[in-house]
């Protein structure tokens, strides 16, 4: 079975800043893909960003980006100038091989972004 | 394009009463989940259909939670009886076919259950 932990309940950062948010997981599996969700405080979930394993090079989108360890097993998300409309709950998930049907969700981190 | 459309957005019951949420995937989207998410946590799956087809409900409590999917679009889940322990918020999920490998799940807005 897949785990995936996040290990900051709570974080807080200052607009403009750069934060990082930190995730590893566990699988046996060799395919697989990653994702950072966001869910700001009127709940609907909306995906981030997303990273598939076999590839090498770190996803980004804009002011987001990941840095992807598989050897190690980890899985961060950077926000560079955060903005204020990125305090949310952060939630880093895991889909892949005999779980790919659903997504295996970490505890999730609250992020801050204090003007 | 309209998104995944969940109602009610908030019940408030008392226990040992039933209760139904509804959802409406997007469009084109053959795959439905249904997540529990308690407080302060990430969501766990409950059910995954493809189509009209439970193709994953090893997680779902059968003896008192139930869910269809009539005609492969809306769904339906449903709690009979309910205890306080299922106040939380219950999120309605879909994409397109999950053997793509990379699905990306579109989430509904929840329905927030209370258990008095």
């Known amino acids: 079975a897949q785990t995936v932990t996040q290990s900051q309940p709570e974080m807080s950062v200052q607009e403009a800043e750069t934060v990082t948010l930190s995730c590893t997981y566990d699988t046996s599996e060799n395919n697989y893909y990653l994702f950072w969700y966001k869910q700001p405080p009127s709940r609907q979930m909306i995906l981030v960003i997303r990273?598939?394993?076999?590839?090498?090079q770190n996803a980004t989108e804009n002011r987001f980006s990941v840095n992807f360890q598989k050897a190690a097993k980890s899985f961060s998300l950077k926000i560079s100038d955060s903005q204020l409309g990125d305090t949310a709950m952060y939630f880093c998930a895991f889909s892949g091989g005999t779980s790919y049907g659903k997504l295996t969700f970490g505890q999730g981190t609250i992020l801050t972004v204090h003007p | 394009e309209a998104g995944v459309v969940q109602s009610p957005r908030y019940k408030i019951i008392e226990k040992k009463q039933p209760v139904a949420f509804w959802c409406n995937p997007i469009?084109?989207?053959?795959?439905l989940y249904w997540y529990l998410q308690n407080l302060g946590q990430g969501p766990e799956l409950l059910i995954r259909y493809e189509n009209e087809e439970a193709v994953d409900d090893s997680q779902l409590p059968k003896d008192r939670f139930s869910a269809e999917r009539l005609k492969g679009v809306d769904s339906t889940l449903k709690i009979q009886p309910a205890e306080l322990g299922d106040s939380a918020v219950y999120l309605c999920?879909?994409?397109?076919?999950?053997?793509?490998?990379?699905?990306?799940?579109?989430f509904g807005p929840g329905t927030r259950l209370t258990v008095l």
């Open positions: 990273q598939e394993a076999y590839k090498q």
């Open positions: 469009s084109g989207h053959n795959t």
């Open positions: 999920a879909s994409s397109y076919s999950w053997t793509s490998g990379y699905n990306e799940q579109f």
